[in-house]
């Protein structure tokens, strides 16, 4: 397949290009800077600009792009950005299908498990309804546009969660931890909806062959508190695991950044993908660290 990726070269972005080689597909990649190989092409998401032709010759369009969530603090500014940046990439590249001759057949849309919000007590399938808040509001907004690509083309929806990688979930943990200063995030009994980063990618390559459509929760099998997390980091680093940090002085420190990724409980299952039979490689969120940490 020739599958056309926005934000290829960001986390997601570049550990899906190496899956992708490797089963043998072609990773083309939209950048905003000049071109420096044949497989990158320039777009504004900023103007709405990208070359239609484009969405003529690929089979598959993976948009990854949007303004991080670790940016601290989030100001009024970069609340708009936040939400801009999602909902500008994807109504370009949804207007583009809608005007290409032969669109890709599949898009496949970033989004994001911030939907559901604050859900203590609840399990949360793709069937469940958004949440209330800064995160639900943005991913409710960025998931519509999506749902403006023309008909012949499959949308799906990846709602992924915490990605335990170094230069994602765990990049502010890991110094931390090294100096032996982690502990409990609030109770740290708060549900994480989490996953591999090579487990994010295998699924949206499983993605872009599967039938399914809509919503999908890209997150693992096996829930989570935030202590399994970041206590199962320091066990695997042999650190120690008691400074609590409580929950006041994380929303204090953080705001609704700390309220919304870091203290939300979120109990989300991959109902779809489990169903559709995607096979993780890592189910436990000590298998995800320990392969991480072996990683260069």
């Known amino acids: 397949m020739r599958v056309l990726i926005s934000g290829g070269s960001g986390l997601i972005g570049s550990a899906l290009r190496r899956q992708l080689k490797a089963a043998g597909h072609a990773a083309l990649m939209l950048v ?12 504004d998401p900023a103007t709405l600009t990208v070359d239609v032709t484009l969405l003529d010759d690929v089979d598959a369009v993976v948009n990854l792009s949007g303004a991080s969530l ?46 559901y919000g604050n859900r203590p007590g609840e ?10 808040g800064f995160l ?55 549900h994480w909806a989490w996953i591999s980063l090579h487990d994010e990618a295998a699924a949206i390559v499983h993605l872009l062959t599967s039938t399914l459509s809509g919503p999908v929760n890209l997150v693992g099998p096996t829930p989570a508190t935030a202590d399994d997390v970041i206590k199962g980091l320091a066990d695997s680093l042999h650190r120690p695991y008691r400074l609590r940090v409580p929950a006041p002085l994380v929303e ?12 939300a409980d979120q109990q989300v299952t991959p109902t779809k993908l489990h169903d559709d039979g995607f096979r993780f490689a890592h189910e436990t969120p000590a298998a995800a660290i320990e392969w991480m940490l072996a990683q260069r």
């Open 32 to 43: 905003r800077r000049e071109p420096r190989s044949p497989d990158e092409f320039r777009w």
């Open 70 to 115: 670790a940016r601290l603090p989030w100001t009024p500014g970069y609340r708009r950005a936040i939400l801009q940046s999602r909902v500008q990439a994807t109504r370009t590249l949804t207007d583009a299908l809608g005007r290409a001759t032969n669109p890709a057949s599949v898009l496949l849309n970033a989004s994001a498990v911030g939907f």
């Open 123 to 132: 399990q949360l399938t793709e069937a469940s309804s958004a949440g209330t």
């Open 136 to 190: 639900p509001s943005v991913v409710a907004n960025w998931e519509r546009e999506a749902a403006l690509a023309p008909e012949p083309t499959r949308v799906v929806m990846v709602r992924t969660g915490l990605v335990l990688a170094r230069d994602g979930a765990l990049r502010p943990l890991l110094p931390l931890t090294r100096l032996g200063l982690a502990g409990p995030l609030g109770t740290g009994r708060q």
């Open 252 to 263: 204090l420190a953080l705001q609704d950044a700390g309220k919304e990724l870091l203290l």
